[in-house]
C-alpha cells in the first residue's frame, strides 16, 4: 500500500451517494472524505444535505464543517485539505472513499490543479459591479458567448465561479475550459476507482422532488434564519445557492413555501443534468444504479485486494 488507493463515488444529486458510501466504509472500515462544495460550510446542514449526526458518529467524515459561511472556499483548498486527509487516514492504515457530486473537486483532487493566472481584484470588481449594475445572469450569458463549454457547467448564480472562468479568459485571451484540456490535469497521485450512481430520469425527478420537500420539512428555512441571526446574511455567495436562496425569498416574502418547493426542485433537476455533463466527459468512471448494490461492492473490493 505504498501508493494510496482512492475509491470515489459520485454522481447527480439525490442518487444516494451517501448511503452507499457509510455501507461501504461499514464493511471495509474506510473513512469518508466529502468532495462536496457546500458541505464545507459550517451550519449549512439541511441545504446541503450533510450526513447526519449519527453517521458523522459511526464513520469518520473529513472536509464537513471546515469554513464559516462567509469564508471563500475553491478547489485549491479543497485539494490541499484533502490531500492532508488522505495522507492522515493511509497513515492509520485506513481506506479512502472520496464522496461528493463536485466534479472539479474529484478532478483537482486525483489529476491535479490548473490554477490560471492570479487573481485581478479590479478586474473582479469590475465584473461583479456588472453583474449588480446589468442584472442576474449577463455574466453567464457573456461566458457562454465566450467559453460555452464552461458556462454549461456553471449555474447563472454561482458568481465566484462565473467570474473566474472570465477573468481568466480575459487575462490571457484564451477560455479556460480550453486552459484546463491542455493541463489535462496530469498530476496522478493515486490508484484510483471512480465509481458514478446514475437512475433513470424518471426516477431521478421523483428522487429529487422527494429530497427538497424532505429539506423543507426538516427546517431549511428555520435554518436560513437562524444562520442570518448568527451574522451571516443573504448576501453571501453561499446563500445564492440552490435551497438557500428559495428559502431567502420566503423569508423576504417574495413567495410561498409551495413556490420555493418548485423552483427548487426545479433548479435541482437543472443540476443534476450539470452534473451528469460534467461526469460523461470522465472516461474512467464506471456507472452503476443505486439498485446496483452488491456489484459495486464487488468491484470495490476487487480495487482494494489488487
Not at 420537500?213 to 440552490?242: A, F, K, S
Request: proline share 5%; glycine share 8%; net charge positive.
Amino acid at each position: 500500500m505504498n501508493q494510496p488507493q482512492l475509491v470515489l463515488i459520485t454522481g447527480p444529486t439525490a442518487t444516494g451517494k451517501t448511503a452507499l458510501a457509510i455501507e461501504l466504509a461499514r464493511q471495509y472500515g474506510a473513512e469518508i472524505v466529502s468532495a462536496d462544495s457546500r458541505q464545507v460550510y459550517r451550519y449549512l446542514d439541511i441545504g446541503t444535505a450533510k450526513p447526519t449526526s449519527a453517521q458523522q458518529e459511526a464513520i469518520p467524515h473529513h472536509l464537513i464543517d471546515v469554513v464559516n459561511p462567509n469564508e471563500q472556499f475553491d478547489g485549491a483548498r479543497f485539494r490541499t485539505l484533502a490531500l492532508a486527509a488522505i495522507e492522515d487516514i493511509h497513515q492509520r492504515g485506513k481506506r479512502v472513499l472520496v464522496v461528493g457530486g463536485t466534479g472539479l473537486y474529484l478532478r483537482v483532487l486525483t489529476q491535479g490543479l490548473f490554477t490560471g493566472p492570479p487573481a485581478d481584484l479590479a478586474l473582479r470588481t469590475r465584473l461583479q459591479e456588472q453583474e449588480r449594475s446589468e442584472g442576474k445572469g449577463v455574466l453567464h450569458r457573456w461566458l457562454r458567448e465566450v467559453d460555452p463549454e464552461a458556462a454549461n457547467r456553471l449555474h447563472p448564480n454561482d458568481t465566484v465561479r462565473l467570474i473566474r472562468a472570465l477573468e481568466v479568459f480575459l487575462l490571457t485571451g484564451k477560455p479556460m475550459s480550453r486552459w484546463q484540456r491542455e493541463h489535462g490535469f496530469r498530476d496522478r497521485s493515486f490508484a484510483t476507482l471512480m465509481t458514478g450512481l446514475v437512475c433513470e430520469r424518471e426516477t431521478l425527478h421523483r428522487r429529487i422532488a422527494e429530497r427538497c420537500q424532505q429539506m423543507l420539512n426538516d427546517g431549511l428555512v428555520d435554518e436560513v434564519r437562524r444562520v442570518w441571526n448568527m451574522g451571516y446574511g443573504p448576501e453571501l455567495p453561499v446563500m445564492q445557492t440552490i435551497g438557500y436562496a428559495q428559502a431567502k425569498a420566503v423569508l423576504q416574502g417574495h413567495c410561498t413555501e409551495e413556490e420555493a418547493l418548485a423552483q427548487m426542485i426545479i433548479e435541482t433537476k437543472q443540476l443534476a443534468k450539470r452534473q451528469l455533463t460534467w461526469f460523461r466527459a470522465e472516461p474512467d468512471l464506471q456507472w452503476f444504479t443505486p439498485s446496483q448494490g452488491r456489484k459495486i461492492v464487488d468491484v470495490v473490493s476487487r480495487f482494494w485486494q489488487s
